[in-house]
């Protein structure tokens, strides 16, 4: 059993997704994490997991080294560099990549106070003309950027709880009353009550399509009158049959890979 054979990046639930249709089939495989907490929310799976951000070069050992025949990229929807190492790691040793990128549900929802935008620094533009409060649900990667683009706003950062992402919210000055550390997807009566309990007076989120709750985050935002920017997805590298958008085309995906096996 080969574990090196099929190789699963990425610490989001969709990965996790991923690796229990894996082991359903009986598939050896390797979910590759950049973070303790990655490997934490890895659960209980039947593969190995390696921990530890790899740059390209380390992918392209990795790969090698392993005989690795298919790879899974499975980050996180905006972890361009990532995906685009992973690409470049699998055209240099020559092995067959697909991309799970959950859909983004963007279009369903339209409303005057919801902003879509491309990046942090067209969000920060926008936010400046809003409120004093600014909720972000973007993540703990990039509060050193908000912090730096919107520095006479109060942030508010909803965040993981775990230990090295609430010093990381310390580090950058963020206080008791500004660090909300929870674990989602949270329904839309909850993120109603926490909007109402944080006062936010604009919030910043992603795309983060059904499993991140995208609807029940921005829906009872812009509700309340609060509003609220999106930033989209950058564009994904992957297309065409490599492309998978849902855990069914996965298992199509799948079943196709062991047939040609």
């Known amino acids: 059993m080969n574990y090196g054979d099929v190789l699963v990046m990425g610490g989001t639930s ?4 991923i690796c229990q249709q894996l082991d359903a089939a009986g598939v050896a495989y390797t979910l590759s994490v950049a973070t303790p907490t990655g490997q934490r929310l890895a659960g209980d799976i039947n593969g190995r997991v390696r921990c530890g951000r790899l740059e390209t ?3 392209v050992d990795w790969l090698a080294e392993n005989r690795t025949r298919w790879v899974i990229d499975a980050s996180h929807p905006y972890a361009e560099v990532v995906s685009r190492n992973i690409l470049t790691a699998c055209e240099t040793v020559g092995v067959l990549l697909s991309r799970y990128q959950r859909p983004e549900q963007l279009s369903e929802l339209t409303h005057p106070l919801l902003y879509s935008v491309p990046g942090i620094e067209e969000a920060c533009d926008i936010a400046r003309r809003l ?6 649900t973007t993540g703990s990667k990039d509060l050193a950027r908000w912090r ?3 520095p006479e706003k109060t942030l508010l950062a909803r965040v993981l709880p775990v230990p090295e992402v609430i010093e990381q919210c310390a580090g950058l000055g963020f206080g008791v009353t500004e660090i909300f550390a929870m674990c989602g997807p949270f329904s839309a009566e909850f993120n109603a009550a926490f909007y109402r309990q944080c006062q936010a007076d604009v919030m910043i989120t992603k795309a983060s399509g059904a499993e991140g709750g995208y609807q029940e ?4 935002c812009l509700d309340a009158g609060i509003p609220c920017i999106v930033i989209t997805r950058p564009a994904p590298l992957v297309t065409g049959e490599e492309l998978l958008e849902s855990q069914a085309a996965f298992a199509g995906r799948l079943a196709r890979w ?3 096996d």
């Not at 969709?14 to 997704?17: H, K």
């Not at 409120?131 to 972000?136: I, N």
């Open 14 to 17: 969709d990965a996790r997704a």
């Open 57 to 59: 070069q380390q992918m």
């Open 131 to 136: 409120g004093e409060r600014v909720l972000l």
């Open 148 to 150: 730096a683009g919107l």
């Open 217 to 220: 985050k921005v829906q009872p």
């Open 258 to 260: 062991l047939a040609a």
